[in-house]
């Protein structure tokens, strides 16, 4: 079975232009997340879907970020305009169900790089 | 307050010995899931191993196990027989009820520990 498919895995741009990833999920997974990981550090919570509804954003920048997961299926984050600061890894991960055992499966991630 | 905590930036270890890294967390939640995660340098996060706040019993995967002492809000991870594909990236991460509810929300990381393991 395929794992959390991600694209592109890297991604350099100049500040201010717009950049999209996107995340394919584990087939039947309800449950998307968008993590944001920084050199060295640990990953944090951008957006978290329940299907197709964003049901935890609190933690996306709303002026520059924004996301979708249309048909509670595929996802695209799109940064613009990028900033410096958003140089880091964006990881997507699904899982299924909602206890506390819950296992969350991650993408390679996608290393993007502002000039 | 950081939810979750390592306190360990580094680690070192022999090949074929064992090695603890270690893990606090904090929460108020009676019912909660820890786990920790390996991001080798490929970047990919794997999951290793699960302890619930209910289990009895420390939770044990091949050369993995937890030493989870649920009083002292700790979850320490210990890897026995290193073996040179075990350095590493590795995180403790959480998943608490939300709010009110009996459902679950996202995994909250702690800030990692590099494993390094020597011949």
């Known amino acids: 079975e395929a794992g959390v498919v991600q694209s592109p895995r890297y991604k350099i741009i100049e500040k201010k232009q717009p950049v999209a990833f996107w995340c394919n999920p584990i087939s039947g997974h309800n449950t998307l997340y968008w993590y944001l990981q920084n050199l060295g550090q640990g990953p944090e919570l951008l957006i978290r879907?329940?299907?197709?509804?964003?049901?935890?954003d609190s933690q996306l920048p709303k002026d520059r970020f924004s996301a979708e997961r249309l048909k509670g299926v595929d996802s695209t984050l799109k940064i613009q305009p990028a900033e410096l600061g958003d140089s880091a890894v964006y990881l997507c991960a699904s899982s299924l169900g909602e206890g506390a055992d819950t296992e969350a499966f991650f993408g390679q991630g996608t290393r993007l790089t502002v000039v | 307050a950081q939810k979750i905590t390592q306190t360990q930036p580094g680690m070192f270890v022999q090949e074929k010995e064992a090695v603890t890294l270690d893990c606090t967390y904090d929460t108020s939640d009676q019912s909660y899931g820890l786990f920790w995660y390996k991001q080798p340098s490929s970047g990919e996060m794997i999951f290793l191993i699960y302890q619930g706040s209910y289990d009895e019993q420390n939770a044990t995967e091949g050369r993995y196990s937890l030493n989870f002492q649920k009083a002292r809000k700790s979850a320490n991870l210990v890897i026995s027989a290193s073996q040179l594909g075990d350095s590493a990236m590795y995180f403790c991460a959480m998943r608490e009820t939300l709010a009110g509810g009996t459902s679950y929300g996202k995994l909250t990381f702690g800030q990692g520990t590099i494993l390094t393991v020597h011949p």
């Open positions: 879907y329940e299907n197709e509804e964003a049901v935890d």
